[in-house]
């Protein structure tokens, strides 16, 4: 089978589905619930070192939830196992308990408290200090995974990866209910290492839409950022076809990004949101007028630094936070770089939360948020010595 292949060949501790059943016949039998459930087919996922081991009800072998395990020390992995609560309520046909703490709530929704900040530390962790749902948007463009070495510090894809799903999961927590989180990521091209081996190209948005589905997002839409015909001939995609001609050879030059778009999982529609907004004034003065974009294709100019190797277009990010939130609403980028996400927000009315793990892009977006919040600037800043120099008010902690 093609598990023990991959099991075998990573050397994990849980080699066949046989092992796999065990485990988690083991588990069902130590909550008692070892008699109501059978299993569905388990696979492993060698992307995050795991096998899911699907859990049937006995009587109508309808999917009732997954128990997962850790391939290499055969742990069960709590957060992301169904819990026995609502497999006992799904078992009974009954629905799922809900988040007594967001779902409940019928009254509107509350202010939230962040003012415009620039945090310099790991985004991970700064997300654990947020309060919750404090923000209305998130919006942010990730490092490239093969982005210049000074740029990025991980050593894997799987470390990539990984480092991406906290960030997701803790973004989750600090965004409002049923708002939104939207990602400009793209596939990218490892170049190879010498002329006997091929270049490999790496699906990162598929592989970043499973992380949202299962830290609890919805899929809403998937944009596609056009760049002019020529943008992509730097990657040297598609030069071998163009000398020779001969198939096979053929690869397209990239000119394309991906702009995800996830919603935080709710039982409300989004009209709740729009009638449930604690200042009506902000959601009018919102509204979109015409001119808008009506499809999915955006065709925008990309921009260039000399200060950060991988900035987006101030266009790009004000196309997202017009679209997806309200005026005065917090938008936060975990992965800041330059700051274009706090420029757009500050031009059209909103606040911003910009974090990054860089002393030196934290203190240039300080010094860039004089230009955007004019002369008397009100802005806090954390984890660096700002700027100063006698031109408005920045504050610390």
Request: proline share 6%; glycine share 8%; charged share 25%.
């Amino acid at each position: 089978m093609r598990e023990s292949r991959v099991a075998e060949q990573r050397h994990y501790a849980v080699c066949t589905v046989a092992d796999a059943k065990r485990i988690a016949r083991g588990w069902l039998a130590r909550i008692g619930l070892a008699r109501t459930v059978v299993f569905g087919l388990p696979e492993v996922d060698d992307r995050y070192h795991i096998w899911r081991v699907p859990l049937l009800a006995k009587a109508t072998e309808q999917v009732a939830g997954e128990v997962v395990i850790d391939a290499y020390t055969k742990m069960i992995v709590g957060e992301h196992t169904t819990g026995k609560t609502v497999l006992e309520a799904r078992l009974h046909g009954g629905a799922a308990p809900k988040d007594t703490n967001a779902g409940s709530r019928n009254g509107p929704l509350r202010h939230d408290p962040l003012r415009n900040t620039i945090i310099c530390g790991d985004s991970e962790q700064v997300l654990a200090r947020l309060p919750a749902e404090s923000v209305g948007l998130v919006f942010t463009s990730p490092p490239y995974y093969n982005a210049r070495p000074e740029y990025t510090a991980y050593v894997t894809y799987e470390d990539y990866i990984l480092k991406l799903r906290k960030v997701i999961r803790q973004a989750h927590r600090v965004l409002a209910e049923g708002r939104f989180f939207v990602i400009n990521v793209s596939p990218v091209l490892i170049r190879r290492t010498h002329r006997n081996r091929s270049s490999r190209r790496i699906a990162v948005p598929f592989d970043v839409h499973y992380l949202f589905v299962e830290e609890g997002y919805d899929f809403m839409d998937d944009i596609i950022w056009v760049k002019p015909e020529g943008a992509g001939w730097a990657t040297g995609r598609g030069r071998r076809f163009a000398a020779d001609r001969q198939p096979l050879q053929y690869k397209p030059v990239p000119v394309t990004e991906y702009v995800l778009v996830y919603r935080k999982h709710t039982e409300r529609l989004l009209d709740w949101n729009i009638r449930s907004h604690p200042d009506p004034e902000a959601v009018g003065a919102s509204r979109i007028e015409d001119g808008y974009e009506k499809t999915n294709v955006w065709r925008i100019k990309p921009s260039h630094s000399k200060q950060h190797p991988a900035v987006f277009p101030v266009e790009l990010a004000e196309r997202v936070i017009r679209y997806y939130s309200f005026m005065g609403d917090v938008v936060l980028d975990p992965f800041a770089g330059s700051g274009t996400s706090g420029q757009a927000a500050a031009q059209l009315g909103r606040r911003f939360v910009l974090i990054d793990n860089e002393v030196r892009y934290a203190a240039a977006m300080a010094s860039a948020a004089r230009h955007w919040l004019g002369p008397h600037t009100d802005l806090l800043c954390e984890g660096f010595e700002p700027p100063s120099d006698g031109d408005g008010r920045l504050s610390q902690p």
